[in-house]
Each structure stands twice: as C-alpha cells, then as structure tokens.
C-alpha cells in the first residue's frame, strides 16, 4: 500500500485523494443518516404512535451513546489501528441501520439508534485523527476543506433523499440506504487507506473511567430529556420524579471521572483520556466554542423539520427540499475553502460562519409565522449553511492544530465527545423548552377563544405529546379549523423562542473565539511523530 504520509513535491496524489475521499465520505455518512432521520421524523412519529419524548430519544440516545463512547474508542483506535476501528464501526453502523429499517416500535427503532451511535462513535475519530495524522503542511488547509466538502455534499443529498424515500417509498428506506453507501467506504477502507496508530500508546485498562464517563453522561441526558414528563421535582400524581436524582449523579460521576483521570496521571498510570489536552490553548478554547455551537445547531435542526411538517403543512419530501438549501450553502463554503484560507486565518473564517449562523437564525426567528413564504426559510437556511460550510471544518483543523499527532486518537475523540455533548444537550434543553412553550401557548390560545380547561386540556396534551404533529388533524374535528390556528399559532411562537435561544447560544459561540489563536502553531512538526506508526 502506497506510504501517505510523505509529502510529494506535486503535492495531493490519486492514492493520497482516494485515501482523503473514504474518510471524507465515512464521516459524512454519519452526517446524512442524521439528516435523513430528522426529516423523517415527523412520519415516524405519526406511523409509530411515537410520543414526543420518544422523538427526542430518537436523536438523544444516538447522540448519548457517539458521545460516550468516543473517548473509549478513540483511545482503542491509537492502541490497535485507526483504521481498523473505522472498519468495525462501518459494519456496526450497518447493522444497526437493518434494524432500525424494520423496527416495528419505538423500543425497537431507540435500541438500533443506540447501536448506530455506537457505529458512529467508532467511525468519526477514526476519521479525523487519520486525516490529522497523514495530511500535513500546505496539504493539511486542502484534506480539511475537501472533508468538509465531502460532508456537505452528502448533506446535500441526505435531505432531498430522505424527503423523496419517506414521501414516495418509505421512511424504512432511510435507514436501508446507509447500506450501499457504507459498503463503498469499506471498499476503500480496505483499498486506500493506510493503518495508522500511537506506537508509544499502552492497552486500556482505565475501566473506571470508561464506566464514569458513559454512565455520567447517560443520568444527565436522561435527567434533561424527562424533566418535561416527569417534573424537576415532582411528577404530577405528586411522588418523586427521578431528573433530580439522574441529574445529580449525573454531575457526580463526571466529576468522579475527571478527578480519577487527574489521580491516575499523577500516579503514573494508564487513562482514559489525557485531561492536559486542555493545556492547550487552541484546543481548550476551540472545544469550548465547539460545545456552544453544537448546541445551537442541533437543537435547531431537531425542531425545524416538526415545525415545516407539523404546522406549516410540508410534506416530508418538501421538507427535505428545504433543508437541502441549508446543505448546498455548506458545500458551496467548504468549496472556497481552500482559495480563501491562503489569504485569511483561520480563526477569522470561523468567526464570519458563526456570525453568519447567528444572523440567520435569529432572522429566521423573526420571519416565523403561519404564512411565512418558503423563499424566506430557504434565503436564511442557505445563509446559515453557508456559515456552517466556513466554521466547522476550519474550527476543526484549528482546535487540533497544536495537538501532537500521537494523541491524535485521544484529541479526536474529546474534541467530538465535547461536540456530542452539545448536540444531546441541544436537542434535550431546546427540545424540551420547545415543548413546554408549546404546550403553555396552546393551552392560552385555546383559553382566548373561550374554551373551557376542562375541554382544551386533552387538545394540549395531544399537541405537546406529539410535537405539533396532531395540529394538522384537529382540522377534521367540527370546528377544528380555529383550534388547529390556535394550535398551530402557539406552535410559531415557541419554535419562535426556540430558534431564538439557538441562535444566542451561536452569539455566545463567537464570543468565545476571541481566545482562539489566529492560525495553526508554526512550531507543530510538518511530519508524523515517530510514535505514530503508519502502515
């Protein structure tokens, strides 16, 4: 197999390219299958009889588990080969994907979401911490903007895909359709891409942290996602709801993970993830960005697609036509990528797609309403893609700028646990804020057309219980055409707040990259370690 990891002087080379295009393409699976599922949601809901919490969980348990089990597997990954692990995570991703095609519950389909994110979890540091440890110099701006083009071109299609399988075939078809693709990246796993692995890393054997974190993180997933059912406090028939409690030992075990991680290190002994990563400027503060705009982005792109299809009357497939916009202002960004970083920092480009993010978001926000035109939605959505195509891959390369290529595997899976945590943070906090605004809009706007509690409670429950995805029946019911308005008004107005809140959490994104540096450290070595082995 041709050595990657030499500069030649022509620079990229066919097997470097095919190299570079498998973990594009393998990360960027990942990516589709979550688009694909957000527009497909909404129909699962109604087929399934699905409640809203399990809507969450849908998203949550996947992000839960990629989040958990990143640090594990990006520590196993260093230990006996990045691109082995890649492999592994490609037929359990596929697996799983089968599964949850032919799921026939909601118990069935959140239990094969968990074993894909478990697939996922393997996959994504694979992915990054091969393309950091093999591209290197001028080469490293170009392997980033091509990953992330790669990213948004499949992105791109996700949606538009999954909007024509779920409308015209079948929701079920788009989990099946990870099948094809992800044997095309197994075919150049095993073609194209070279082994790569920390030479000097030792076997895992801090269990304890391995059970800390992915328990810890688990209880406060859990605990946010519930409060909206079981109460912070009390549930309703007045017994003890159980957030507190998750929330609590939630906090305690990470607390618990972090400080044994601190013990072991100054004992000298093996750990899960080296915590002084975070000594590291670029990457302390770049994952701090990380989180905060991971958590932004997620939570909106969970509630977006309830409200085009549960409120404003799109179908699944116009949804994903939709959202397709969104995807082509990503590819179109990740495609100037490479001109453009020859003349600006990186720090600078991420601070424009951030900032482009939290204006279009948050004129998003202020366009909703029950006739907003859907040229509106598109303009804003391809402006905040287009942010997103300049931000994330180039927040990426700057947050693992400065880290040694030996801890590529360890850096890869912190820096994406940070990102996961977001995500399931996001989806949880605006996802139940989303909810309860729903429900408590609902419940005024029907009192306001002078409905009696006693009667409009039951519409209140069915509308927040389902997400806004009953609002399209109550049209049927005698006089259901002032209640489905009502219903679908207070729906406007919390994916009002909603979208809001992502788009400060954006503003609070780019306030921090003010301690980022402005570029990658000259002192990083242009060439692997000699700990890092490639093969």
Not at 40 to 64: C, F, G, I, R
Not at 250 to 261: A, D, K, N, S
Not at 513 to 521: E, F, K, N, Q, V
Request: proline content about 4%; aromatic content about 8%; overall charge neutral.
């Amino acid at each position: 197999m041709t050595d990657l990891t030499t500069d030649t002087p022509t620079g990229m080379t066919r097997a470097r390219w095919a190299a570079l295009l498998t973990l594009g393409f393998g990360v960027s699976l990942v990516i589709m299958d979550a688009t694909i599922v957000n527009v497909a949601l909404p129909v699962v809901l109604e087929e399934l009889e699905l409640t809203a919490a399990d809507a969450q969980w849908l998203n949550a348990a996947y992000a839960l588990v990629f989040g958990a089990f990143l640090l594990t597997v990006g520590r196993i990954g260093d230990v006996h080969g990045r691109r082995r692990v890649f492999l592994v995570g490609m037929v359990v991703f596929m697996g799983a994907s089968v599964v949850a095609g032919l799921a026939q519950n909601g118990p069935m389909l959140i239990g094969a979401r968990f074993v894909q994110g478990l697939g996922a979890a393997m996959i994504v540091p694979s992915t990054l911490s091969t393309l950091n440890a093999t591209f290197h110099g001028r080469q490293r701006a170009i392997a980033f903007a091509v990953w992330g083009s790669a990213i948004g071109g499949m992105a791109a299609i996700g949606p538009l895909v999954g909007g024509w399988l779920t409308t015209d075939v079948s929701w079920r078809w788009a989990f099946w359709l990870n099948i094809p693709v992800g044997l095309l990246v197994v075919v150049g796993i095993l073609k194209a891409l070279p082994e790569t692995r920390d030479a000097g890393a030792h076997e895992l054997r801090d269990w304890g942290g391995v059970a800390l974190s992915a328990v810890g993180m688990a209880a406060l997933v859990f605990a946010l996602i519930e409060s909206e059912w079981y109460g912070w406090w009390r549930q309703e028939d007045g017994s003890l709801s159980p957030v507190p409690i998750a929330l609590v030992a939630g906090l305690v075990l990470l607390l618990g993970f972090v400080q044994l991680e601190r013990t072991r290190a100054a004992a000298g002994k093996d750990v899960l993830v080296d915590l002084g990563l975070f000594r590291i400027r670029s990457f302390r503060n770049g994952a701090i960005a990380a989180l905060i705009v991971s958590f932004g982005e997620f939570g909106l792109l969970f509630t977006l697609p309830l409200l085009l299809q549960g409120t404003l009357g799109y179908s699944a497939l116009g949804t994903g036509a939709v959202i397709l916009v969104l995807a082509l202002g990503t590819f179109l960004a990740s495609g100037v990528l490479p001109q453009l970083s020859k003349r600006v920092a990186q720090r600078e480009i991420v601070r424009l797609g951030l900032a482009l993010e939290a204006i279009a978001i948050g004129g998003l926000a202020l366009s909703l309403s029950l006739t907003v035109p859907t040229w509106l939605i598109a303009l804003w959505l391809f402006v905040y893609g287009f942010g997103v195509g300049f931000a994330t891959a180039q927040l990426t390369s700057l947050l693992l700028a400065d880290v040694p290529v030996e801890e590529s595997g360890q850096a890869s899976g912190l820096q994406s646990s940070v990102r996961q945590l977001g995500s399931a943070l996001g989806v949880a906090l605006l996802g139940g804020f989303l909810l309860a605004q729903l429900g408590r809009a609902t419940r005024d706007n029907l009192a306001a057309l002078g409905m009696p509690s006693a009667a409009s409670e039951g519409i209140v429950t069915a509308v927040r219980e389902s997400a806004g995805i009953a609002i399209a029946g109550l049209q049927a019911q005698p006089g259901g055409a002032a209640v489905a308005r009502a219903a679908g008004e207070a729906m406007i107005e919390a994916s009002r707040w909603t979208t809001g809140l992502a788009a400060l959490a954006l503003v609070g994104g780019l306030a921090t990259t003010i301690a980022l540096p402005r570029s990658p450290s000259p002192s990083r070595s242009p060439s692997p370690s000699p700990s890092s082995d490639s093969r």
